[in-house]
Structures are given as structure tokens and as C-alpha cells.
């Protein structure tokens, strides 16, 4: 099994809608949690922390489930330039900071 | 603020040859990562320095891949001798804490 695993998409969903990307994490020591979006061709870019209480920033929404080793990402009203994959991204603090990818998820936005 | 430099962008070498990529953090990030990413994979952690020093280098595929960070600022990471399968983006990241931010990566291509 992967250390961190994401929903396979790929997702397309016309502009405006509502999508939620999953993300599950093997081992309880996890301690820090992030999303990041990659553009086609382009480096990963941070997009939001996320915290035990869930964060928003914007039309973005990120949760964490600690009991279910589980985070999400919630995109509402989509635009065409949320189009990218999402990587969901674990740290572990053992005898040093561990950090894992998970695969992505491609979103498209359609018109 | 300046972000993360990588240098060169592209490097197309013949296998067998040597090549060394260039990662200039962000001023003031103690810590530096070199990750990779080959097609159709995700993005894989090759290693972590603190400062000038390798906190993590558990992700380096073999000793064909040297990594180096002196005087804690740039770091270089020489692959000698190159095989087909080391083809792929290299991407460097510095954060603060651990909040990563990436370089837009060099893409090596072996023949």
C-alpha cells in the first residue's frame, strides 16, 4: 500500500460546479499536511496548509481527519484556472522530517 | 522576494556522461530538498539538507547521484555516470519550516 494515496480522477467538471479531491495517509506519525497544484509542465506550487480544525482560504476548503488519516480538498465554483493536478503532500517527523507525494489528481474545468 | 532557481532548465545528455544541476534557494530557508519526477510518476523525495548538512538522503536511487550543499546555500546534485533511466524533472524546494517552495525544475533527458 502507498504511503499517501489520492483519488485517481481524472475529474472534469463544468465551470461553477463544486469538486472534492481525497486524500488517505498510511502512517499515524504524520504531522503536517499540505495541497499543492501543479500546472502542466510547471513545478508544484502551495496551495494551502491544512490544520486539525480545517482551514479555508477563499473558494478553497482543506480538512483533516486524524482518527481516519483522511484530508481533503474542497474547490467551490470552479474556474477554468483551477484546471491542474492536486498533490496532496505529508510530512512525518521521525529522527528527521520525512515529506511524501501522493500521485495527484488531475482536475479539468470545462466551459 | 526571490524564489527558488534551478540551473539549467534542460539538459539533454548522451548516458554515461556526466551532468550537475544547480539549486539556489530562497534566501534564509535552512532547508533545502532535491525531489524527482519521472513520467508518469509521482514525485519521488531524493533528499533533505539542513543547512550544510544531509539530514535525509534515503530517497538517492544509488551512489551514482551525488548531492552537496556547502556553506549552506546552493546545493548541487552531479549524476555520474547518467543511465536512460535517469531521465526526468528534478525539482529543488526550500522552506522555513515546512511550508516547501519549489523551483521550476530541470528536466534531464538521457539518450
Redesign the interface.
Known amino acids: 500500500r502507498k504511503e499517501v494515496e489520492q483519488d485517481p480522477g481524472p475529474f472534469n467538471v463544468p465551470e461553477g460546479a463544486t469538486v472534492a479531491f481525497n486524500c488517505t495517509y498510511s502512517n499515524s506519525a504524520s504531522q503536517?499536511f499540505?495541497w499543492y497544484r501543479q500546472d502542466c509542465r510547471?513545478?508544484?506550487?502551495?496551495l494551502m496548509?491544512v490544520y486539525s480544525s480545517g482551514n479555508e482560504d477563499g473558494r478553497f476548503t482543506a480538512q483533516l481527519n486524524r482518527a481516519s488519516q483522511y484530508i481533503s480538498l474542497l474547490i467551490r465554483d470552479s474556474k477554468l484556472s483551477d484546471s491542474a493536478t492536486y498533490?496532496c503532500?505529508v510530512?512525518m517527523k521521525t529522527s528527521?522530517?520525512?515529506?511524501?507525494?501522493?500521485?495527484?489528481t488531475s482536475l479539468s474545468v470545462i466551459p | 522576494e526571490a524564489g527558488v532557481t534551478q540551473f539549467p532548465s534542460h539538459s539533454v545528455i548522451e548516458k554515461g556522461q556526466t551532468v550537475t544541476l544547480r539549486c539556489d534557494p530562497i534566501s534564509g530557508h535552512d532547508?533545502l530538498?532535491w525531489?524527482r519526477r519521472v513520467m508518469g510518476?509521482?514525485?519521488?523525495?531524493l533528499l533533505?539538507f539542513v543547512k550544510e548538512s544531509k539530514?535525509?538522503e534515503?530517497g538517492m536511487p544509488n551512489n551514482r547521484f551525488l548531492a552537496e550543499r556547502t556553506g549552506g546555500t546552493y546545493s548541487t546534485l552531479k549524476v555520474q555516470p547518467a543511465e536512460l533511466e535517469d531521465s526526468g524533472v528534478y525539482?529543488c524546494a526550500s522552506s522555513r519550516f515546512?511550508?516547501?517552495?519549489?523551483?521550476?525544475?530541470t528536466r534531464l533527458t538521457v539518450t
Open positions: 503536517s499540505f510547471k513545478e508544484p506550487k502551495l496548509s498533490l503532500v510530512t528527521y522530517d520525512k515529506v511524501i507525494f501522493g500521485p495527484g | 532547508n530538498y525531489y510518476k509521482e514525485i519521488k523525495f533533505h539530514q535525509d534515503s525539482f515546512y511550508e516547501q517552495y519549489f523551483g521550476p525544475g
